[in-house]
């Protein structure tokens, strides 16, 4: 009886979406139209990062995203987002190379896998980061592709603590 309930369940919650996806076939994107408008949301993302424009980056991004940067709390919504790049570039962040290496999706929902390299300090004791990043892409109103989510992190190891 339980099995009977969860299957009963399982196709009462399922059933909507399925719905939803065929009633919206005709605007649903191909495989091709994900991976270049991930593209073009990580060109743009490069691009604006490059030129220090926090502004730009947050615009890639959703309403309501949540980035989730090592060592510190996720930032959630787009004007908090706009003040952690603010404060990245600030600190000499620049030089950035995104090189993606999958993106997967259906629908209006994706993701992207790639790795990342940039310079960060002062030109005279600069520093330099490489790690990877996995973002979740929703297909905005007008076709876009906005990031939602965000998390990436260095394949570099931690710095040592400070000395007392």
């Not at 570039?89 to 790639?114: C, D, I």
């Amino acid at each position: 009886m339980k099995s009977l309930l969860v299957v009963t369940v399982g196709l009462a919650l399922g059933a909507g979406p399925v719905a939803a996806q065929t009633a919206s076939k005709a605007a649903k994107p191909s495989a091709a139209g994900l991976a270049s408008g991930a593209a073009k949301t990580a060109r743009d993302f490069e691009a604006a990062a490059n030129r220090g424009d926090a502004a730009a980056v947050a615009a890639l991004y959703t309403e309501d995203a949540v980035v989730m940067p090592s060592n510190t709390a996720a930032v959630k919504g787009r004007a908090a987002i706009q003040e952690f790049f603010k404060g990245m570039f600030a600190q000499g962040a620049r030089n950035l190379k995104l090189v993606q290496t999958t993106t997967v999706g259906s629908g209006s929902n994706g993701y992207e896998m790639g790795t990342y390299e940039f310079d960060i300090g002062p030109a005279s004791a600069s520093g330099h980061d490489k790690g990877k990043y996995i973002v979740g892409l929703r297909r905005a109103a007008d076709g876009r592709w906005l990031i939602a989510h965000d998390i990436f992190n260095s394949d570099l190891p931690c710095p040592p603590p400070a000395a007392r």
